[in-house]
T-cell receptor, first 108, second 111 residues
Framework: GQNIDQPTEMTATEGAIVQINCTYQ??????LFWYQQHAGEAPTFLSY????GLEEKGRFSSFLSRSKGYSYLLLKELQMKDSASYLC?????????FGPGTRLSVLP | NAGVTQTPKFRILKIGQSMTLQCAQD?????MYWYRQDPGMGLKLIYY???????DKGEVPNGYNVSRSTTEDFPLRLELAAPSQTSVYFC??????????FGNGTRLTVT
């Protein structure tokens, strides 16, 4: 499968902005997805990029550069409830390959 | 709309026992997947299916079997449970070009 890299952990302050990066191998690319997973729960879909550029959905935005094999998830106006793991996933064919996830802690 | 339904939510097995994890979706999705997630780790693909009657191995298929007799159901079978299969199992489905929809997971402990 594809090698997908994300930082393991990040910490940010309530009300701040945080950017979570994801790199992937460009061969077989068919879309880049971001999921949020709270502890003990299932992942839930946040955002999806198939073309280069920024997709904005409220406080969450995701960016993609296909030539660089790079994506990021931007979270604005952080809230305590945003403390969770954020999973980057690449679609290759009909499969979804997940990165290890980034555990975000939001501090008051 | 139920989405993806997994049963059971929790299960404890003894080494060598067998069980089937059930998964059903009501979104008429062609694609279905089984992932496992070990503590603090990402999701690893066990098996997937692109339609009824078609299944294929993912990254970590050893010790598991699947079947897809209908579009709605995609059960995962563990034949001889081992401690290494202690994990959280997620079933997911997707339509063409759409994101994955996950079930709530099955927490399995093998002792």
């Amino acid at each position: 499968g594809q090698n997908i890299d994300q930082p393991t952990e990040m910490t940010a302050t309530e009300g701040a902005i945080v950017q979570i990066n994801c790199t992937y191998q460009t061969s077989g690319f068919n879309g880049l997805f971001w999921y949020q997973q709270h502890a003990g729960e299932a992942p839930t879909f946040l955002s999806y990029n198939v073309l280069d550029g920024l997709e904005e959905k409220g406080r969450f935005s995701s960016f993609l550069s296909r030539s660089k094999g790079y994506s990021y998830l931007l979270l604005k106006e952080l809230q305590m409830k945003d403390s969770a793991s954020y999973l980057c996933a690449q679609r290759e064919g009909q499969n979804f390959v997940f990165g290890p996830g980034t555990r975000l802690s939001v501090l008051p | 709309n139920a989405g993806v339904t997994q049963t059971p939510k929790f299960r404890i097995l003894k080494i060598g026992q067998s069980m089937t994890l059930q998964c059903a979706q009501d979104m008429n999705h062609n694609y279905m997947y089984w992932y496992r997630q070990d503590p603090g780790m990402g999701l690893k693909l066990i098996y997937y299916s692109v339609g009824a009657g078609i299944t294929d191995k993912g990254e970590v298929p050893n010790g598991y079997n699947v079947s897809r007799s209908t579009t709605e159901d995609f059960p995962l079978r563990l034949e001889l449970a081992a401690p290494s299969q202690t994990s959280v199992y997620f079933c997911a489905s997707s339509g063409a070009g759409s994101p994955l929809h996950f079930g709530n997971g099955t927490r399995l402990t093998v002792t």
